[in-house]
Structures are given as C-alpha cells and as structure tokens.
Nanobody, 118 residues
Framework: QVQLVESGGGLVQPGGSLRLSCAAS??????????MGWSRQAPGKERELVAR???????NYANSVKGRFTISRDVAKNTVYLQLNSLKAEDTAVYFC??????????WGQGAQVTVSS
C-alpha cells in the first residue's frame, strides 16, 4: 500500500507564492513509481490536472498554470514538489498529489488547501 502525504498549503495574497510537497511511502520503491503529479478541485468544480512529471522529468501543465507553476521531482526520495508563483484567486482549491505506478495503480494524497485571498 502506498501513502502520499502533502504539505505546504495555506493562505496567501494574490501575487504571492507557495510550495507544495508530497512524499510517498509504504510498499514502494523508487523504481515502481512512473508518474507523479498534482490535481486540484475548487468548490463546485470538477477535479482538474494541474501538472505531472514522468520519471524522465518530462512535464505537462494545465494551460491555466503554465509559466506560473513549476513541478519537480526527487526520484530517490519518492517526492514531488509544486512551486506556485503569481497566485490568483482562481487558484484557490484543494490540491491533491498523485502517484501512478508502473502497474497502472494510482494513489492519491489527502489534499492540501490553497487559498488565495487579500
């Protein structure tokens, strides 16, 4: 079983920055995890993919966050990071970390609240 624990959420003013971290633990090894990433869900909206990164450091971003958010990964530590810059009110959401295994199974974290407000 794989556990994902997010940290780094909080309240920030528009234009500010936050860094989210997500560490995977449990019955895994660094060789089992294929893709790690982040999705988010705002109140009343569906969950959407924000960014993802492969083992080979290939990244994909939602158009709404390109140029503002940066995803990175420490394969040896089974950890993924999301740097959020130039935050806007519409970035307010619960951010969920995920890890997709080579087996096809995907684990999700419990979520980290990000609130952008003055």
């Amino acid at each position: 079983q794989v556990q994902l624990v997010e940290s780094g959420g909080g309240l920030v003013q528009p234009g500010g920055s936050l860094r989210l971290s997500c560490a995977a633990s449990g019955s895994i090894s660094s060789s089992n995890i294929d893709i790690m990433g982040w999705s988010r869900q705002a109140p009343g909206k569906e969950r959407e993919l924000v960014a993802r990164i492969t083992r080979g450091d290939i990244t994909n971003y939602a158009n709404s966050v390109k140029g503002r958010f940066t995803i990175s990964r420490d394969v040896a530590k089974n950890t993924v990071y999301l740097q959020l810059n130039s935050l806007k009110a519409e970035d307010t959401a619960v951010y969920f970390c995920f890890a997709s295994m080579l087996t096809g199974y995907t684990s999700w974290g419990q979520g980290a609240q990000v609130t952008v407000s003055s």
